[in-house]
Structure formats: C-alpha cells, structure tokens
C-alpha cells in the first residue's frame, strides 16, 4: 500500500512539473518580442517635382477647317524656319507650363500643318538636364528633337512615346497625345561636361480639322 501511495505522489509531481514547464514557455514565448510585419511598398509613382500647369479653358470644341479656324502667329514648318522660344536653364520650373510660367498655345489648321518651335536649353550647375514635353490635347503628334551646342549629340532613348529623326537629323522623341515624352542624351565625349543643346518642337495632326493645343517643356 505504501508503494502504491509513493508511485501516485511521484506521478503527480511529474505531471505538476510538465504542466509549470509548459506555462513557463508560453509566458517566455508571450514575453518575446514580435518581429515587425514587412512594410508594404507603395505602387504608387512618386508624383513629379513639378506639375504642368494646363490653362482648362485653352482647349475649346474643334471647330470645322476653313476660315472660321483662326491661326494666329503660326509658326515655322520646318526646324529652318521654327518659331523662337526664350532660351531657358534645365531647371524643370524655368519651362513653359511650370513653375508658373504658361504654357504654349497654338492651333492646327488641317492635316497638313505643322508647327516648329525652337529653344536654346543651357546645362547649369545645381539642375539636371532631362528634356521633357507633355500635352494635354488630344489627336496629335508632338516631337522633341535635340542639337547639342557644342560637340557630338550622343542619343540615349526616350522614356515614353518612341524615336523619331528629324527632316534635318536631329534625334529625338514622339508621342500621340494626350501624353508625355523625356529624351535623354549627352554631349560630346569625356572631356565635355556640358550639355547645353538646341531643343525643335515639332506639332503635328493626321485628321482634317481645327484643332487648339497647348503643350508644357522643360529642359
């Protein structure tokens, strides 16, 4: 009897113990700390160091060619013979339609007219070059086309619409609009650290009507 009352004890001990250990982990594991769930990326692009300002009201019903379609100072229809723009810096607020300077304005009159516009972009400290086009107006064509000043134009590729060459072989960059183009490029070779370039525009639609547009640049 006496064995039978010692085998008892000792059993109990034994499950008393397993029982404490199992509760002590659990309060071990309770007290650990938790690694931090992964943070999700964000998709979503980072928005633009500067946004176009689009003048809503530029961009009226088309009306049907003919004399009604008025075009005022029309530009060029060739690089040759491009309408000037002011020179600017590749600071992205000194070009047209941002940092609150306007956009440009213009107007197609039928399928077989074209607009050149042209700029001097000056490479300066502190900004970066990265010639850029975007139009809000829709069935068109518009180009970048960029002449380094000084040595070779060394083209690298567009981000976004596809390249083109120009009439008078400047490389450069289309897109149908509404869109949006960025050239990228270099100029000269090693020893040349500028890349002060002449930028043509290039406007142009397939269909036969009046068609009001406005487009913002930056170099």
Excluded: W
Aim: charged share 20%.
């Amino acid at each position: 009897m006496v064995a039978v009352s010692l085998l008892v004890a000792a059993s109990a001990l034994a499950c008393g113990s397993t029982d404490n250990e199992a509760s002590e982990a659990d309060n071990a594991d309770a007290g650990a700390p938790r690694s931090p769930t992964p943070k999700q990326e964000d998709d979503e692009p980072e928005p633009p160091e500067f946004e176009p300002n689009f003048d809503e009201d530029v961009d009226p019903p088309t009306p049907d060619p003919g004399d009604q379609c008025i075009d005022n100072d029309d530009p060029g229809s060739s690089e040759a013979t491009a309408m000037a723009l002011p020179d600017i810096d590749d600071c992205d607020s000194s070009g047209a339609g941002f940092g609150g300077n306007p956009p440009i304005v213009g107007v197609m009159k039928g399928a077989v007219d074209v607009d050149f516009y042209k700029f001097t972009g000056k490479d300066v400290v502190g900004c970066s070059v990265d010639p850029f086009i975007v139009s809000p107006t829709s069935g068109l064509e518009i180009c970048m086309f960029v002449s380094c000043a000084k040595g070779t134009t060394n083209f690298k590729g567009c981000t976004g619409g596809a390249e083109k060459v120009s009439d008078i072989g400047n490389p450069g960059c289309c897109v149908a609009t509404p869109g949006q183009t960025k050239l990228s490029f270099s100029c000269g070779g090693f020893t040349q650290t500028n890349d002060s370039a002449n930028v043509f525009i290039r406007v142009k639609q397939l269909a036969d009507q009046c068609t009001p547009y406005q487009f913002a640049y930056h170099f």
